[in-house]
């Protein structure tokens, strides 16, 4: 693996990864327009939605990257969670919809039914498998398609998540299960979605560094709430202000600055549960910094 580059300034550049989505513009604005410190530390970023960020994390190519937690128990050996950044919370998991009215919970079991997913290294993907391991008849596309393909009847059934949640009704489609409501029955925990990784090589001081800057990102964004607008409303793709600050709040919290001893509990649950599944193998490595 890769170290990150120093230049002659003795500035560390980092390549980093995260969504166009608001709740990461928002944690990400302050470090990246210089509205806080970067304790010498440079970013080369790379905006990607979730699911090709998961790929060019399989394939190393960044240093420092937003990753579903689903994807990353695939990736311990070579990253490392941060404290700081995660995506967790309640009543903010991925919805199963249709654009039928009484799609039976049986019917979704069945593998006939066709489910769009938004990835299949997305927590979300993961929860889907938890709740229906019967329901295998699944096509993989952008999270942003899902709802149009829904309508269409190219597929029968969409996983929806981000700012999805709160347009489907809009177009007339149907709750069928909401699976952050049934994860937080299941393990009496938050949903862990996805958090900032950073390569398991680079030196603990450029670790705790990055953790360090990042949470004074979130904590900058917490206080300063209206910053950060530009660089949300630039990345939003015709979302109205409404949406997109429902969007940061639903997503963005506690967990965001801090993981503490409650965050990382529902990862690790999270990670038992795929263990038991034999979704993952088991893991051999310490999961956070």
Known sequence: MSQPTTNNQQSTVITLGFSPCPNDCFI???MLHGKIDPEGLEFKVFME???TLNQKAFKGELDVTKL???AYAHL???YQLLNAGSALGNNCGPLLISKKENVTLSGVEGSHLKIAIPGKYTTANFLLLLAYPEARNKVEMVFSEIENAVISGKVDAGLIIHENRFTYEQKGLKKIIDLGEYWEDLAKAAIPLGGIVI????PDEVKQKFDRVLRKSVE???ANPKSSLNFVKANAQEMSEEVMYKHIDLYVNKYSVDLGAEG???VKLLFDKAQELGVINKIEHDIFL
């Not at 390569?199 to 680079?202: A, P, V, W």
């Open 49 to 51: 939605d979730v699911e």
């Open 28 to 30: 990400f604005d302050a």
């Open 68 to 70: 579903s937690y689903h």
């Open 199 to 202: 390569k398991r090589n680079f």
């Open 220 to 222: 900058y964004a917490f």
């Open 264 to 266: 990382k509990r529902a």
């Open 76 to 78: 311990v050996k070579g």
